[in-house]
C-alpha cells in the first residue's frame, strides 16, 4: 500500500484556481443576465456565428439609413415649406400686379421690392447648417440680395438696360420708350440674364445638381430643390422688372407692357413651384415608405438574432446566483486552508 502526500499548499493553490475559474464564469453569466446574450458568440454558435454576423451587419446598415433618413425628412419637410412661402410672395406679387392694371404705381414697385427680398430670405433658409436651394453645393449660400447696395445683379440689370437704349432710366430720353421696344428690351436682354449664363453668374451660387439620398438599401431619390429652377428664376425676374423699372422714367404704355410681362411670369412661376411642392412631397412619401419598410425588416432581424444568440434571462440569473454563492464558499475554504499549521497540530 502506498501513501501519497497532500500539501495545504497544494489544496490552496486548487482552491484558487477554482476560483478563478468561477470568477471568469461569473463575469460571463453576469454580461448575459443583463444583456440577455451570450457572452461570447463565436463560442455558444460555433458553424453559425457568419449568420449572427451577417444578420448583425445588416442591421447596423438598415438602422443606418433609418436614422439618415430623419435628417432627409426634415430637409424635406422644410423645402416643403419654403417652397410654400414661395407661392404665397409669387401670389402677393400676381395681386399687386393684377391691380395695377394698365397703370403702374409705387405700391405696385414696393410690392416687387417686397418679393424679391422675401424670395431671397427664403431661398437662402437653412436646415442643421445646410442651405436648401444650394444644390450640392449646401455650404454656399444660395441666392445674392438684389436690393442690396453694390448687388452685381442689380449692376448686370442697369448695364443692360444702359447697353440696349443707350441711356439710363432716369434719364429724360426714357420716357419716348414705347411698349414694343421696352418688351423688344425684356426678350433679347432681360430674359438671359434670368433664364441663361447671366443668372449663376450675377444671382445664384447653386448647383444645378440636386442631392440624391440612399433612402433603402436598394433605392435612392432626390432630396432636394436648387434655386436654379425655371419657376423660381421667372419669379426672380418678374420681381426684378417690378422693382428695377416701375419706379423709373420710362414712359406709361413701357411701364404697362413691364405689368404685363410680369403677370405673365409670375404665372408660369406659380405653376412651376406647384410642380416643385408635388415632386418634393412625393420624395417625402418615398422616404417615409422606405422607413417604414426598413423598419419591419429591422424588427425581423432582431427576433432572428435574438434566436441565434439569445439566453434564458431566469437561467442566467440562477448561473449568477449560483456562481456567487460558490465563489463565496471557496473564499472561506480558502481561508480555512491558510490557516491549517503543522505547528497549531503540534500544539
Not at 130 to 153: H, M, Q, R, W
Amino acid at each position: 500500500m502506498k501513501a501519497t502526500s497532500v500539501s495545504s499548499a497544494a489544496l490552496s493553490n486548487a482552491a484558487r484556481y477554482q476560483q478563478m475559474r468561477m470568477q471568469t464564469e461569473l463575469v460571463k453569466a453576469t454580461k448575459e443576465s443583463t444583456t440577455g446574450i451570450v457572452a461570447d458568440v463565436g463560442l455558444a454558435l460555433g458553424a453559425r456565428t457568419s449568420q449572427a454576423v451577417t444578420f448583425s451587419r445588416d442591421l447596423d446598415r438598415l438602422n443606418g439609413i433609418i436614422d439618415s433618413n430623419s435628417l432627409v425628412t426634415a430637409r424635406l419637410s422644410s423645402t416643403q415649406a419654403a417652397l410654400g412661402q414661395l407661392s404665397d410672395t409669387a401670389q402677393n406679387l400676381l395681386t399687386a400686379l393684377t391691380a395695377a392694371g394698365n397703370s403702374s404705381s409705387t405700391i405696385t414697385q414696393q410690392a416687387g421690392k417686397a418679393a424679391v427680398q422675401q424670395m431671397t430670405s427664403i431661398l437662402n433658409a437653412s436646415v442643421a447648417g445646410e442651405y436648401l436651394f444650394a444644390g450640392t453645393n449646401t455650404d454656399v449660400k444660395p441666392i445674392d440680395d438684389f436690393t442690396a447696395a453694390g448687388s452685381p445683379a442689380k449692376a448686370a440689370f442697369d448695364a443692360s438696360f444702359t447697353s440696349y437704349f443707350g441711356f439710363t432710366q432716369t434719364d429724360p430720353l426714357a420716357a419716348n420708350i414705347t411698349a414694343a421696344q421696352m418688351d423688344g428690351f425684356i426678350t433679347s436682354n432681360v430674359v438671359p440674364q434670368f433664364m441663361g449664363a447671366g443668372w449663376q453668374a450675377n444671382w445664384s451660387n447653386a448647383t444645378d445638381q440636386q442631392i440624391v439620398s440612399r433612402i433603402s438599401l436598394g433605392e435612392t431619390t432626390q432630396t432636394s430643390a436648387s434655386a436654379n429652377d425655371d419657376s423660381i428664376r421667372k419669379l426672380a425676374m418678374a420681381s426684378a422688372l417690378v422693382t428695377g423699372l416701375l419706379s423709373s422714367n420710362i414712359s406709361q404704355a413701357a411701364k404697362t407692357a413691364i405689368v404685363g410681362r410680369a403677370q405673365a411670369m409670375v404665372g408660369e412661376a406659380l405653376g412651376g413651384l406647384g410642380q416643385l411642392q408635388a415632386e418634393t412631397g412625393l420624395a417625402e412619401k418615398r422616404v417615409s415608405d422606405a422607413s417604414d419598410r426598413m423598419k419591419t425588416q429591422v424588427d425581423l432581424f432582431e427576433r432572428h438574432i435574438l434566436d441565434l444568440e439569445g439566453v434564458d434571462p431566469a437561467e442566467a440569473a440562477t448561473r449568477v446566483a449560483d456562481l456567487t454563492q460558490h465563489i463565496e464558499t471557496s473564499f472561506a475554504l480558502t481561508a480555512r486552508l491558510q490557516q491549517m499549521s503543522l505547528l497549531n497540530y503540534l500544539t
